[in-house]
């Protein structure tokens, strides 16, 4: 059964760093891409970021473009999203995903709240 895990939320003042993690299970980790997304409360979910299998391949929102790096550790079975120089309007849940013959799947989310 595939599984993600997300970790490293928190509440941060505007300006700090936060590392996400998204760890994988159930599955070849190192076959799939992967994604980190961000909920807000009364707005549509967001895509902020996504790695190749290899990581040679990365996109991000121009919204964190500069400031969020993501990598990936597939020894580790792991997906990582360094935060940089945050900002409140960074504030959401961000889940990550994979899509495995057209199904997506999610993790449970983790809470970032950035303060001014």
């Known amino acids: 059964e595939v599984h993600l895990v997300e970790s490293g939320g928190g509440l941060v003042q505007a300006g700090g760093s936060l590392r996400l993690s998204c760890a994988g299970s159930?599955?070849?980790?190192?076959?799939?891409?992967i994604g980190w997304f961000r909920r807000v409360p009364g707005k549509e979910r967001e895509g902020i970021s996504c790695i190749s299998t290899t990581d040679n391949d990365t996109y991000y929102a121009d919204s964190v473009k500069g400031r969020f790096v993501i990598s990936r550790d597939n020894a580790k079975n792991t997906v990582y999203l360094q935060m940089n120089s945050l900002e409140p309007e960074d504030t959401g849940i961000f889940f990550c995903n994979t899509w495995q013959s057209g199904t997506g799947y999610w993790g449970q989310g983790t809470q970032v709240t950035v303060s001014l």
């Open positions: 159930g599955f070849a980790f190192e076959d799939y891409a």
